[in-house]
């Protein structure tokens, strides 16, 4: 349980140590609707630039002045282009400068901006050029660049309606070891509909490509980052680096993706970092390749209770040492009473390769008092201890219709499904994966202690067992390969799982899967 204790302490650390005074405003309903993107009107000689062909043009009883398509010149404009900051008539942003304008009445906590809304009328480009390479690596020349200043801070937060229209914001640099960095340092309002793409971040703890820190019922939507990310201590993430249940018991982060390179030591994540819960997630990628040391996942770092995740999937490689996951490097709560579920997951898929050491899995790295369902795993898993391709250790938690067809590698409590399975309940799982270890290795669980099991199945692989150690019950029934490859096995896995001959090598499939 040290090792339990410790990811709880740090988790604790990072989320109250960067949480301060919040901006407070009402904020109007807004939509969940996408809206469409706007296009540049015409230059003419006045220097003023109508968006006469944009989605909210017909709003507007006035032009838009600023000159869009160039790059910042690092000052800061003294108006918005247009608009009067209500959600029928938003402030419009053109310009780079317009938007520095933005970062600076939020940090100097103008009160008449605050809990207003906003929006883009073109593409930001903040320096022009070649920023990162394809791999991510940053090739411009730093002392050339102009560096951003976030749109709030670890004092303040943004707490109005900020909607991207489809638009980029490109050649952002940020280079720092302070805390709170990203397009957005603080967001307590919504922030959607935008890509932050060609930049770098590279900052202390809470540090991310599209919003740092999400506070109160702020929301994330639509939003992807395709910039390198680089964290110098906790917490650092492609979407956003921290949310916390102290500020965030309603926070919301839907329908983004991260697409950039990721690197950082302790929680790192394609989409969020660190959440102590309250948090909903749903309809989330991650195909950037992360790097990190302790707390890595593809999707989510450190996911605390009270969190529902809901559609995700991580196609890309992820690699850390102790607690690194395809999906959730950590889920649940330390404190896990029998009979207790503290959050949910479902509809997840690992497609990467996952490379750690202890607590390794496809999905989740350590599952506490929570509920997986409809899960599955395709790639290979390579730790430690505790490695598995669902779950490295699962304590009272409830997994069920899961599957794993990748390759499990480790040094004890190996296992197809978990490496630890301890007081759950399981049902509907099958593995066809070679498992590979020095002790408690099974090709479905390696450590099975007192877990209540129903319709586990698994590809037979010569006189290798299920369970390494199977302690308190459980049954597993061996299948041949053309008998997992069949609708009746669909059929007996139950009706999460459909049977289609021309995906996953004919091996049954979720239902999500085949929609």
């Known amino acids: 349980m040290n090792h339990f204790k410790a990811m709880i302490i740090l988790g604790c650390a990072v989320f109250f140590a960067s949480c301060s005074q919040t901006v407070s405003a009402p904020k109007e309903d807004d939509s969940a609707t996408e809206s469409s993107s706007s296009k540049k009107g015409d230059k003419s000689s006045s220097s003023k630039e109508k968006v006469s062909s944009s989605s909210f043009a017909e709003d507007l009883d006035e032009d838009c002045v600023g000159e869009s398509g160039n790059a910042w010149d690092g000052t800061t404009a003294k108006d918005f282009a247009c608009g009067a900051g209500t959600k029928l008539s938003p402030y419009i942003i053109l310009t780079a400068e317009q938007l520095a304008k933005l970062s600076f009445i939020v940090g ?285 250790h699962a304590q009272r938690a409830k997994i069920d219709a899961v599957y794993n067809n990748g390759d499990i590698f480790g040094s004890y409590d190996v296992g197809g499904i978990v490496g630890y399975n301890e007081e759950g309940v399981t049902s509907a799982a099958y593995s066809t994966g070679k498992v590979d270890g020095d002790s408690l290795v099974g090709l479905m669980i390696g450590y099975n202690y007192n877990t209540t099991m129903a319709d586990y199945y698994y590809l037979e692989q010569g006189e290798q067992e299920p369970f390494g150690l199977n302690n308190g019950g459980g049954v597993a029934t061996p299948k041949t390969s053309d008998e997992m490859k069949s609708e009746d096995f669909a059929e007996l896995l139950g009706d999460e799982f459909v049977y289609d001959s021309e995906l996953n090598d004919g091996y049954p499939i979720l239902k999500l899967e085949e929609e």
């Open 108 to 392: 100097a906590n103008e009160t008449e901006y605050q809990g207003k809304y906003y929006k883009l009328g073109a593409d930001i480009i903040l320096n022009e050029g070649k920023i990162i390479d394809d791999k991510g690596a940053l090739v411009a020349d730093s002392a050339k660049l102009h560096k951003w200043t976030p749109i709030g801070n670890s004092s303040v937060a943004f707490s109005g309606n900020f909607d991207g229209d489809g638009h980029t914001v490109s050649g952002m640099f940020i280079n720092t070891t302070s805390s709170h960095n990203g397009l957005f340092g603080n967001n307590s309002g919504t922030v959607q509909n935008l890509t932050v793409e060609n930049s770098w971040v590279s900052g202390g703890k809470n540090t991310a490509g599209v919003v740092a820190v999400l506070r109160g019922d702020g929301i994330v939507r639509n939003a992807k980052n395709k910039s390198s990310v680089i964290g110098k201590a906790e917490s650092t993430a492609g979407v956003v680096a921290l949310t916390s249940y102290v500020y965030s018991k309603k926070g919301i982060i839907e329908n983004c993706g991260n697409y950039g390179f990721i690197q950082g030591e302790k929680l790192v994540a394609g989409i969020v970092a660190s959440s102590d819960g309250g948090l909903t997630i749903r309809s989330v990628t991650n195909e950037g390749e992360i790097e990190g040391t302790y707390g890595v996942g593809g999707i989510a770092g450190h996911l605390g209770s009270s969190t529902d995740l809901d559609e995700a999937i991580n196609n890309a490689n992820i690699s850390g040492k102790e607690f690194t996951a395809g999906i959730a490097s950590y889920f649940g709560d330390i404190y896990c009473p029998a009979n207790k579920i503290y959050g949910f997951m479902s509809n997840v898929k690992n497609v990467g390769k996952i490379t750690g050491t202890n607590y390794t899995a496809g999905i989740v790295g350590e599952a506490q008092c929570v509920s997986i369902n409809e899960a599955s795993n395709v790639n290979d898993i390579v730790g430690n201890k505790f490695s598995g391709g669902i779950s490295g």
